[in-house]
């Protein structure tokens, strides 16, 4: 039998998604667990599938997870209103230089082709174009969005575009692939989209590891905790 672990937090939600889950997946086994440390093991416990971080929190789990994967980053998986895409970085120190994001960039092309889908990429900064010169950092992101979207046309074969600050015309042009200029920013996109205006998200797949690890945030829904678990028990069949 397949066997998924999940971290159980302080939010009780986890503990009801794991109920929905079972009457949907009972051929599936839950391993509950409470410890930071401990999922951190199931991760690396062979007898288990794959892991959901669950309501547990992130910066213990992550620090140790790094410390055995240093190249790992996490792209987050949404797909509502009619739209489905991977944003990231999402993790407020990760995606930092145009090298870093072109690493998280190859790992979403390879993802989105195993499971059977066309990379369409979108590239963010912090400003328009025309806003360059309106300050040291805007300019910067600026830069760095160009080199970026550049170094992919010349890297891949996948279609890619500039959209600078332009999120909103990103997503309505269907990119499956939403690159933000850093994790903080990428961490302000999800919160907004997916914990303010509820748009359905299976947490974050984590690359750079050979294990199905689900990141997840401590504040998701019932029906989202729901979505991870489904995410890790499908791609397991991947």
């Known amino acids: 039998m397949k066997t998924i672990a999940i971290g159980v937090g302080e939010n009780d939600n986890i503990i009801q998604a794991c109920h929905i889950f079972k009457e949907k997946h009972p051929k599936t086994n839950l391993k ?6 401990d999922l951190v093991k199931a991760v690396l416990d062979d007898k288990i599938d794959g892991v959901v971080r669950g309501s547990l929190p992130a910066s213990n789990i992550m620090k140790e997870l790094k410390s055995k994967y240093p190249n790992i980053s996490r792209a987050t998986y949404v797909n509502g209103n009619g739209r489905e895409f991977l944003l990231t970085p999402v993790g407020i120190d990760e995606g930092e230089t145009v090298e ?3 690493e998280i960039v190859e790992n979403c092309i390879d993802f989105l082709k195993r499971v059977g889908k066309t990379p369409k990429i979108a590239i963010l900064a912090e400003g328009r174009k025309d806003d360059f010169g309106r300050g040291e950092e805007v300019s910067k992101s600026i830069t760095e969005s160009e080199k970026l979207t550049k170094l992919i046309q010349e890297k891949t074969s996948e279609e890619v575009k500039n959209y ?3 999120v909103e015309k990103a997503i309505n042009d269907n990119c499956n692939v939403i690159i933000a200029p850093n994790g903080r920013v990428g961490n302000i996109i999800f919160r907004t989209l997916v914990l303010l ?3 359905p998200s299976y947490g974050a797949v984590t690359f750079g590891m050979d294990k199905i690890y689900i990141d997840t945030s401590r ?3 019932i ?3 729901v979505r991870s678990l489904i995410l890790a028990n499908d791609l397991d069949r991947v």
Do not use: H, V
């Not at 509950?32 to 440390?37: K, T």
């Open 32 to 37: 509950l667990i409470y410890r930071d440390e």
């Open 219 to 221: 504040d998701q829904s």
């Open 164 to 166: 600078y600050i332009l």
């Open 197 to 199: 205006n509820s748009w």
């Open 223 to 225: 029906d989202g905790y």
């Open 100 to 102: 870093d994001r072109f």
